[in-house]
């Protein structure tokens, strides 16, 4: 119940296409759906997060959807950069409680071709 | 510049020996986490830390051990019980539960056995 699965484990797009990212959890509690971007040897930095109350959120180039019914959200990278080539996790936590630990998804290499 | 800094960035442990990477943040947050990072899995949470003096074992605590003697810092000291810790060692904070910020993240240690 606590898990929260992340696919494709990697994904190569041309420069210009669009990167989407699929993760799946399962437990209902969960209120906060953050994802992070990875460069090698780098820590994750927060991309974009999204709460439930809402079906989509997006910010430049990134947008995340979320299908509550589905427990499911996704990450699409729109106008992909060989910049973005990086690795992607989601992540789902219970933010309002006391803890913020954070479950994350298994990750996604993206590699994005010139 | 606020953030977290972790040191050493590449660290070597001998068998049968006791290593401790260092986590030090000047945020102002008061909780604190240590995960580890393998090829191909998910980041796993190993301890955490809400407040000075007081912390809680997280999904793979057996062979690591840590201390919060001050807001700014949490080391996390590897064992030489924990038998394989070959791996990516990354540290976060996080402002208190209800201020809606999501963790951070430092650089990483990357531990290796000589």
């Known amino acids: 119940q606590q898990q929260v699965k992340q696919s494709p484990q990697s994904l190569i797009v041309q420069k210009g296409g669009i990167s989407i990212i699929n993760c799946a959890y399962e437990n209902t509690a969960f209120d906060y759906f953050p994802w992070y971007q990875q460069f090698p040897g780098k820590g994750p930095a927060l991309l974009i997060a999204?709460?439930?109350?809402?079906s989509e959120k997006k910010e430049g180039r990134f947008t995340i959807s979320f299908n509550k019914s589905a427990k499911q959200f996704s990450l699409h990278i729109m106008d992909s950069q060989p910049g973005d080539s990086a690795t992607y996790f989601c992540?789902?936590?219970?933010?309002?409680?006391?803890?913020?630990?954070?479950?994350f998804g298994q990750g996604t290499t993206l590699q994005v071709k010139p | 510049d606020g953030g977290i800094t972790q040191s050493p960035k590449y660290l070597f442990r001998k068998e049968g020996q006791n290593v401790t990477l260092s986590c030090e943040q000047n945020l102002n947050h008061d909780a604190m986490y240590w995960y580890r990072q393998d090829p191909g899995q998910g980041l796993r949470l190993i301890y955490y830390?809400?407040?000075?003096?007081?912390?809680q074992k997280g999904d793979i605590a057996e062979g690591y051990s840590v201390s919060r003697e001050k807001k700014e810092s949490f080391p996390l000291t590897v064992t030489s019980a924990q038998k394989n810790p070959t791996a990516f060692y990354l540290c976060a904070s996080r402002a208190p539960a209800g201020a809606n910020q999501p963790q951070h993240f430092g650089d990483g240690t990357r531990l290796s056995i000589l």
């Open positions: 830390s809400q407040i000075v003096n007081d912390f």
């Open positions: 999204i709460r439930p109350d809402v």
């Open positions: 992540a789902a936590s219970m933010f309002s409680g006391n803890t913020g630990k954070l479950i």
